[in-house]
């Protein structure tokens, strides 16, 4: 079977080194795309250069963005890492072959790694699919980014023999992010025009649930096609 592998995103990076780092444990085991939202301005320095070593092909090839959404809007399936607690109702694991099998059978997958201060938000959480956590001891839960990288990356080579059973079918009729971007975003602007978001200091958390609602379970495409039909037919029928 010829490996799929998955494209790494890294959220606002604040080190230029360690950008260099996870590049170059990218090239140590064969992953190639590497993606970067929000960096800080300057990052591709000598700093992040020297410390790719080899992996300067993959380093000066990054494809940066400033918005997640955005960065996200070509991917079917999406794991964020984090190890702290997040109060969203989002499915989680620490079990890779689950996830290995995942990537091979969505069309495009992402996984996400956070700010090395404060780790991915409730809002960068918001479109991930799934939240997988590295098993640390207790004592010292908190990985490097580079390291958390490496830990994903070198999972990823060993499992690259996973094989695909007669069982296993590609999720080619997934819907991607933009897509399920564009619907959330028409029916969020819309129960924002009800004032659905009330009281005011709940309506972030009101949103991460819209989310979490709509991420447990990918979506084809439709399914989604009868959710546009739904809403606009609710919405037409308000105005009347």
């Not at 380093?59 to 984090?82: G, R």
């Not at 659905?196 to 309506?203: G, R, Y």
């Amino acid at each position: 079977m010829t490996s799929k592998n998955p494209s790494i995103i890294l959220v606002r990076p604040q080190l230029p080194e360690n950008i260099g780092m996870v590049a170059r444990v990218m090239h140590n085991f064969g992953l190639k795309d590497l993606i970067v939202v929000s960096p800080r301005n300057n990052w591709l320095n000598n700093k992040s250069i020297n410390a790719a070593k080899k992996a300067t092909k993959i380093i000066k090839n990054i494809k940066v963005y400033n918005d997640l959404e955005i960065a996200l809007s070509n991917f079917s399936y999406v794991v964020a890492t984090t190890n702290r607690k997040r109060y969203l109702e989002k499915n989680s694991t620490n079990d890779f072959k689950f996830i290995k099998r995942k990537i091979i059978v969505n069309k495009k997958t992402a996984i996400l790694f956070g700010p090395e201060n404060s780790g991915l938000s409730n809002e960068d959480l918001r479109l991930s699919d799934i939240i997988f956590t590295i098993e640390t001891s207790s004592k010292s839960n908190s990985l490097n980014l580079s390291h958390a990288v490496t830990v994903l990356s070198h999972k990823l080579f060993e499992l690259n023999n996973f094989k695909i059973t007669n069982s296993t079918s590609i999720e080619k009729d997934n819907i991607s992010k933009y897509q399920l971007s564009k619907f959330l975003n028409y029916m969020i602007e819309k129960l924002e025009n009800k004032k659905f978001f009330t009281p005011n200091e709940k309506k972030e958390s009101m949103k991460n649930n819209i989310y979490s609602i709509f991420t447990k379970i990918p979506l084809k495409k439709k399914e989604l096609q009868t959710l546009w039909g739904i809403t606009k037919k609710l919405n037409n029928s308000a105005k009347n």
